[in-house]
């Protein structure tokens, strides 16, 4: 296949055998437990030097106790997979656990041009579809995938993207490095203890994310009977055999919404974003993060049960709507 150009930059390196491998001998085939706490589960699970996928973001059925958890641990040095995202990107550059993110889209402002003009963030070029496609490719075992897009943009570049001579009709075709992160965190309506889980409604790529991933963290509004599972097998969104560590996480997704379960805050969106625009962080994740010790401490005192409420109470689906 001969190659016509490629971009500049790095990326993940790609290794289809070795994530093969990495399953075969690592995940937890059987039907174990694996029903941790939030501390727990990124002890084991998240590694300094990481590559971090995470579905969904901070406002959208986001896994934002676990972010908050990253934080609150001081992980470093990680790779973030930035797709159709908003603040989360910033929160972990900004507190010190994020140095290069392949961007899709995120929240710009600030502190994305100061992280990298200081250089303590490297960022690489892409679009969500992009990134979702890689994702899909490392979900598949295969090395590449073959896409009619970003051909011609000046982010080609700054990616890891080839464009090569199609071997079957001799045209010019772009091809994405496949992404099998070493991590992923998904945040989910529903799970069992080993790791079956449900999505309600759009999603993005968490079945991508589960498939691709070494390890997968999944913390669920709901811990549900297995039994329900096999009721009902058609609604199983992961499969146990992907997941490694299942959270229980009510309200997990704050400030952000769990579609059909609670509304946004939208005074609590506001003061993130206000933060990632101001370009300064340091309030926000001192009472955000490390002004307590869990997720469920969090919701006690920072949120409070009043606003709980009444996030749950707002949304109210019907005939198909939130109202």
Same mark, same amino acid.
């Given at each position: 296949?001969?190659? #016509?150009?490629?971009?500049?930059?790095?990326? @993940?390196?790609?290794?289809?055998?070795?994530?093969?491998?990495? +399953?075969?001998?690592?995940?937890?085939?059987?039907?174990?437990?694996?029903?941790?706490?939030?501390?727990?589960?990124?002890?084991?699970?998240?590694?300094?030097?990481?590559?971090?996928?995470?579905?969904?973001?901070?406002?959208?059925?986001? *896994?934002?106790? #676990?972010?908050?958890? %990253?934080?609150?641990?001081?992980?470093?040095?990680?790779? @973030?997979?930035?797709?159709?995202?908003?603040?989360? &990107?910033?929160?972990?550059?900004?507190?010190? &656990?994020?140095?290069?993110?392949?961007?899709?889209?995120?929240?710009?402002?600030?502190?994305?041009?100061? /992280?990298?003009?200081?250089?303590? &963030?490297?960022?690489?070029?892409?679009?969500?579809?992009?990134?979702?496609?890689?994702?899909?490719?490392?979900?598949?075992?295969?090395?590449?995938?073959?896409? =009619?897009?970003?051909?011609?943009?000046?982010?080609?570049?700054?990616?890891?993207?080839?464009?090569?001579?199609? *071997?079957?009709?001799?045209?010019? +075709?772009? @091809? @994405?490095?496949?992404?099998?992160?070493?991590?992923?965190?998904?945040?989910?309506?529903?799970?069992?203890?080993?790791?079956? /889980?449900?999505?309600?409604?759009?999603? %993005?790529?968490?079945?991508?994310?589960?498939?691709?991933?070494?390890?997968?963290?999944?913390?669920?509004?709901?811990?549900?009977?297995?039994?329900?599972? =096999?009721?009902?097998?058609?609604?199983?969104? %992961?499969?146990?055999?992907?997941?490694?560590?299942?959270?229980? /996480? *009510?309200?997990? /997704?704050?400030?952000?919404?769990?579609?059909?379960?609670?509304?946004?805050?939208?005074?609590?969106?506001?003061?993130?974003?206000?933060?990632?625009?101001?370009?300064?962080?340091?309030?926000?994740?001192?009472?955000?993060?490390?002004?307590?010790?869990?997720?469920?401490?969090?919701?006690?005192?920072?949120?409070?049960?009043?606003?709980?409420?009444?996030?749950? =109470?707002?949304?109210?689906?019907?005939?198909?709507?939130?109202?």
């Amino acid at each position: 296949m001969r190659i #016509l150009e490629e971009g500049k930059t790095d990326y @993940l390196k790609v290794d289809p055998d070795g994530y093969r491998a990495s +399953v075969r001998d690592h995940k937890p085939h059987q039907m174990v437990s694996k029903l941790m706490t939030h501390k727990e589960a990124v002890e084991r699970f998240v590694r300094d030097g990481d590559y971090l996928a995470y579905d969904c973001n901070y406002f959208q059925r986001g *896994p934002s106790s #676990l972010i908050r958890e %990253i934080i609150r641990q001081r992980k470093k040095n990680l790779w @973030l997979c930035g797709k159709f995202t908003y603040v989360a &990107c910033a929160l972990l550059v900004e507190a010190g &656990c994020a140095d290069r993110i392949d961007i899709g889209f995120i929240g710009f402002g600030p502190w994305i041009a100061r /992280a990298v003009r200081e250089k303590k &963030c490297t960022i690489y070029e892409y679009s969500n579809a992009l990134m979702t496609l890689r994702l899909k490719a490392g979900a598949m075992g295969i090395p590449f995938m073959p896409t =009619r897009s970003f051909g011609g943009t000046d982010g080609f570049q700054h990616s890891g993207c080839k464009t090569v001579e199609d *071997p079957f009709t001799g045209k010019p +075709v772009l @091809l @994405l490095p496949a992404l099998n992160p070493d991590v992923s965190i998904i945040h989910v309506h529903q799970a069992d203890e080993f790791g079956n /889980a449900r999505v309600f409604g759009t999603g %993005i790529a968490h079945a991508e994310c589960a498939l691709a991933s070494k390890r997968v963290i999944v913390s669920a509004e709901e811990i549900v009977a297995t039994d329900e599972f =096999r009721r009902d097998p058609a609604r199983t969104s %992961i499969a146990h055999f992907t997941v490694d560590a299942v959270v229980h /996480a *009510p309200f997990g /997704a704050y400030p952000g919404t769990v579609q059909g379960y609670y509304a946004s805050d939208p005074m609590g969106v506001i003061e993130a974003m206000g933060a990632m625009f101001r370009g300064d962080f340091t309030e926000y994740l001192k009472k955000h993060v490390y002004s307590v010790a869990s997720h469920d401490e969090y919701l006690q005192k920072v949120v409070g049960t009043e606003k709980l409420a009444e996030i749950r =109470r707002r949304e109210t689906i019907r005939e198909g709507y939130a109202s």
